[in-house]
């Protein structure tokens, strides 16, 4: 059965450093892989995918993921960060496309 | 053009009633997923429609039920609400193209749905 760990529900970082959210699936077959970003009382926005190709995925806002097979590893990273990054973020795994399986979340804080 | 669309916005209900949440999924779109977000978790899948059948479900007990309308969209019922039930309701369209295909679903703004 699919499914995804977040590491860390809660990350706090200073503005101007470097955002490391981790993320680790698990699948039975090749899967599909996604970062999505929650605004507060807003739905969700896909910041990037991993469909088989690239294995480093670059998203938008500066963010980006490596995929990791032999870790079984989607982390997202991004160099730089920035007070409008502060947000709720989720990884989620998908096998068939026909639903996703979410991880629990990690909430972004971006110290000035 | 308009993404997808959920209403209401927000909904109380008290324990025992029945609710239904509607959704208009982005233009060209003919799948509708619905997921529900309890307050501080990810969001869980609870089924998926497409050409007016349930394709796939998650695991909800039988009093969460959908329905899609030939103009594709959609409507999620719960019957005999329970406290659990007050969550973040979120539903994503996208386009089908088989399967063992990608398919990038597009989220709407969600339903809070509060149980007294």
């Known amino acids: 059965a699919q499914s995804v760990t977040q590491l860390g529900s809660h990350v706090s970082v200073s503005e101007g450093a470097l955002v490391l959210l981790r993320c680790n699936y698990s699948?039975?077959?090749?899967?599909?892989l996604f970062w999505y970003v929650q605004y507060p009382n807003q739905g969700l926005q896909l910041l990037l995918k991993y469909t088989s190709a690239a294995t480093l995925v670059k998203g938008i806002n500066g963010f980006e993921a490596e995929f990791k097979k032999s870790e079984t590893s989607f982390h997202l990273t991004k160099p730089s960060a920035h007070m409008s990054d502060a947000a709720e973020y989720f990884c989620a795994v998908s096998e068939n496309n026909n639903d996703m399986r979410f991880g629990a979340g990690t909430r972004l804080t971006v110290k000035p | 053009d308009a993404g997808v669309t959920q209403s209401p916005t927000h909904l109380i209900k008290t324990r025992g009633q029945q609710v239904t949440l509607r959704c208009s999924p982005k233009?060209?779109?003919?799948?509708v997923s619905w997921y529900q977000q309890a307050l501080g978790q990810g969001p869980q899948f609870i089924f998926q429609y497409y050409e007016e059948e349930e394709r796939q479900r998650g695991n909800f007990p039988d009093r969460f039920s959908g329905h899609q309308f030939p103009n594709y969209s959609s409507e999620l019922n719960v019957n005999a609400l329970l406290l659990g039930d007050s969550a973040l309701y979120l539903c994503a369209s996208s386009v089908f193209t088989g399967t063992g295909s990608y398919n990038e679903q597009f989220f709407g703004p969600g339903t809070r749905l509060t149980v007294l």
């Open positions: 699948s039975s077959v090749p899967p599909y």
């Open positions: 233009s060209g779109h003919d799948t």
